[in-house]
């Protein structure tokens, strides 16, 4: 008969436990979210032998399990939850073999509710190098189970793991510590209103409700009731329920573990005292910095060029060979460029999730947190956010993805709504040719480029403003976060190819998958929209041929016209018309007019829409350039791209959040629409009253 | 003791127990430390709750 056995892997953060759910899965791997809350959840399904299916779910991982954040919420809801689908057969919990103290509270919480728990000691390979010696029968028989002995970096014992999980039925379920120990005297209360519920787990639904509340729990009804203590005498029982189970461990590990000090002067602080020097410290991240802005803006380049044309090539494939249509246009016009939109971004993702894979396996991210905290503190924000910051320089979806690694939620929803004021790659296209026709080509000082320095002061612009707006927000959110700040400094460690691998691929997909749908739809709408029309719309071919009958044009230039009066008329168009009594005081027609409406599915899609309407009929930037410069104000008269609408136009850039995929993403990791569309109000109006200001100030 | 996070103690700093400070970040906040083998970055003003004796 088929066997299926439900597995929970927990550990502590920093114990491998992603790398053995990577080697007990392989890439049967399914990464969701739990229901209604962005806590990511990995599960993942392996075969013991041809009968035997096991499904293993990846928690996230905790200290203990009293919870403090919403993740570590996950993993208790869970193990007290029996009605759970998920809920485990038998649970796993992965240590690391130096810091087997620490990693120890969490197991005998686990043991204590009466679930099958086998205990990993990860890294045993380290054993020998660190004269660490282990009492494995003495140990299982003090915790009173099986122990497995693993090294996922050299992929050792895990056939003995496979086997304790087939044969979880074995293992005793016996607690390791009494509970009642903690306070007799609680305790007997608790037990003679419950008679016979287990007052480990009593005990950590009522401490979980004063901590976090609502637990959804039909086996204890009538505990919300039980109110004897006060919430400051319950995180007393709770600091002494973990000096309790130290005090175990501490006994238990006297017995077991034996550690020869001699080699106190190991990597980790060697390499601490460069990494985290207050001058070498700054110099070697920066240099890290420099190292990931030249692969997202470097070398992602090619493989980005190499997208773009081939979807330019398919485009023009499926237009020649599909029979001519509507049908034909949304897919050639619509869908194809619509999912390129999508895929060109892969590159730059993919390599800035290469990066902080790396930097977070090998241990470096904790530095880095620690040398920036009390900058960013600052502002309101954490030492944490200047990895989101500087991802937001590429894009900002990533970025925003990046800020899951903060613990602190106001820190974190901070970080999320200013970082998409860091000038992202997006925006670069549109940086470029408004500077080349507004800022004059001259050298300040003899040696600096006029332009260039307007661009790097954008640059500076955005990440000032990012600055400013969290310290402002700092100031005016009202939230009460209950998590404060405790950086691990784990021991450095090569990062697992494989790992580092996974998590890129995870990452790529998920940013694809999610924010990709969003992309697609509004490249199908503006589709729509710019090529039907009502009244004249549809007439285009024949009115335009009139008015040009008694020119001499090529049929090129004549097809151009058409293009470009068809854009004129078509709904979009139309939109165009209808706002530009709202963007003619910052000094724009309506033509920049629908660019700023198109440009709000994407930044990059100015340049392309004004190509489309000023019917150059290509990209090509010189020919786009020469044309936007013979524009005439059809108001004032003189170049409607000057100095003044010039300035007004690269500020609406630098402060409208005018990207439909973050405000997605935004939707996504805030699970509300609320704060993305207060990002849109707000970062618009700031965008409109500086560009208002400064066109008004400059003309 | 009380005003301690809890954490801090599920991370292994526990009465009884060795502060070992091994790195002050610039600007003086963060502090790196070594308690019973734990090494953890904690704030300034957490760090003032923890009563300690030299050694």
């Known amino acids: ?699 | 003791m009380d005003l301690l996070p809890l954490k801090l103690l599920e991370m292994g700093c526990l009465p009884g127990n060795e502060v070992k400070l091994i790195q002050i970040a610039p600007f003086n906040d963060p502090l790196y430390i070594d308690i019973n083998g734990s090494h953890l970055a904690i704030r300034r003003e957490t760090a003032q709750q923890i009563e300690i004796d030299l050694i």
């Open chain 1, 1 to 699: 008969m088929a066997k299926h056995i439900n597995v929970a892997l927990l550990g502590n953060p920093n114990t491998g436990k992603t790398s053995v759910f990577n080697r007990l899965t392989g890439l049967n791997q399914k990464v969701g979210n739990y229901p209604g809350i962005t806590v990511e959840k990995k599960s993942g399904t392996c075969k013991f032998g041809r009968n035997c299916t096991v499904h293993i779910l990846d928690l996230p991982g905790t200290y203990s399990l009293n919870t403090s954040s919403i993740d570590e919420n996950v993993v208790i809801e869970l193990l007290l939850n029996k009605n759970d689908k998920d809920f485990p057969d038998v649970a796993v919990v992965v240590a690391d073999v130096e810091n087997l103290k620490r990693n120890l509270l969490l197991y005998t919480q686990v043991k204590d509710l009466g679930i099958p728990t086998i205990l990993a000691i990860n890294m045993a390979d380290r054993m020998e190098r660190k004269a660490i010696t282990l009492d494995i029968p003495k140990l299982e028989k003090i915790l009173n189970t099986k122990i497995a002995l693993i090294s996922s970096r050299k992929n050792i014992g895990f056939d003995y793991l496979k086997e304790l999980i087939e044969n979880y039925n074995q293992l005793s379920t016996k607690p390791c510590l009494n509970a009642s120990k903690i306070s007799p005297e609680y305790f007997d209360r608790l037990r003679k209103v419950f008679p016979n519920q287990d007052l480990y787990k009593l005990w950590l639904v009522i401490t979980h409700d004063v901590n976090f509340g609502k637990l959804d729990r039909n086996e204890f009804k009538g505990v919300a009731s039980f109110q004897t203590e006060s919430p400051e005498n319950l995180k007393r029982l709770q600091h002494k329920e973990t000096i309790t189970r130290y005090q175990f461990i501490n006994e238990t590990l006297k017995e077991t573990l034996k550690i020869d000090s001699e080699n106190a002067k190991d990597l980790r602080s060697r390499l601490d005292r460069v990494l985290t020097h207050k001058v070498w410290g700054y110099v070697i991240f920066f240099g890290i910095l420099m190292l990931i802005f030249q692969a997202i803006f470097d070398w992602s380049e090619y493989p980005m060029d190499f997208i773009d044309r081939s979807f330019a090539a398919l485009s023009e494939w499926a237009k020649s060979t599909l029979p001519a249509g509507q049908f034909t246009n949304l897919i050639a016009e619509g869908i194809i460029p619509g999912i390129g939109g999508i895929v060109i971004f892969i590159p730059q993702i993919a390599f800035l999730f290469l990066f902080i894979a790396i930097l977070e396996e090998s241990g470096y991210m904790s530095r880095v947190v620690f040398l920036m905290d009390k900058i960013m503190r600052k502002f309101g924000l954490s030492g944490k956010s200047i990895v989101p910051l500087v991802a937001g320089t590429a894009c900002a979806i990533p970025a925003i993805m990046a800020t899951r690694n903060i613990e602190n939620w106001k820190e974190r929803l901070i970080t999320i709504l200013v970082t998409p004021f860091t000038t992202c790659s997006a925006r670069l296209p549109v940086y470029l040719i408004i500077i080349s026709l507004v800022i004059p080509d001259t050298r300040v000082l003899g040696i600096f480029s006029l332009q260039g320095i307007t661009l790097m002061f954008m640059y500076v612009l955005g990440f000032g403003a990012a600055i400013f707006s969290a310290w402002v927000l700092d100031k005016i959110l009202r939230i009460k976060t209950k998590s404060f700040f405790v950086v691990e400094m784990p021991n450095y460690k090569l990062p697992l190819p494989k790992n580092v691998l996974i998590t890129m691929v995870e990452k790529t997909k998920a940013f694809v998958i999610g924010a990709g749908k969003i992309i697609l739809a509004i490249s199908i709408i503006l589709w729509v929209l710019a090529s039907y029309g009502p009244g004249e719309f549809n007439n285009a071919e024949t009115i335009v041929k009139k008015e040009f009958a008694s020119k001499n044009i090529s049929e090129e230039e004549l097809g151009n016209h058409i293009e470009s009066f068809k854009l004129e008329h078509s709904y979009i168009g139309r939109i165009g018309h209808f706002i530009e009594p709202a963007v003619r005081p910052l000094g724009y027609d309506w033509k920049i007019g629908i660019a700023l409406v198109t440009s709000f599915a994407a930044r990059e899609v100015f340049v392309g829409t004004l190509a489309t309407i000023y019917s150059v009929g290509s990209d090509d930037e010189q020919t786009i350039k020469s044309r936007m410069a013979a524009e005439v104000n059809p108001i004032l008269g003189g170049p409607l791209f000057n100095f003044a609408s010039g300035i007004s136009l690269l500020l609406f850039y630098a402060f409208a959040m005018q990207c439909m995929s973050t405000l997605a993403i935004v939707k996504r990791e805030t699970n509300s629409w609320k704060w993305p569309m207060w990002q849109l109000i707000i970062m618009s109006a700031i965008a409109y009253i500086l560009s208002l200001a400064a066109y008004q100030f400059l003309k």
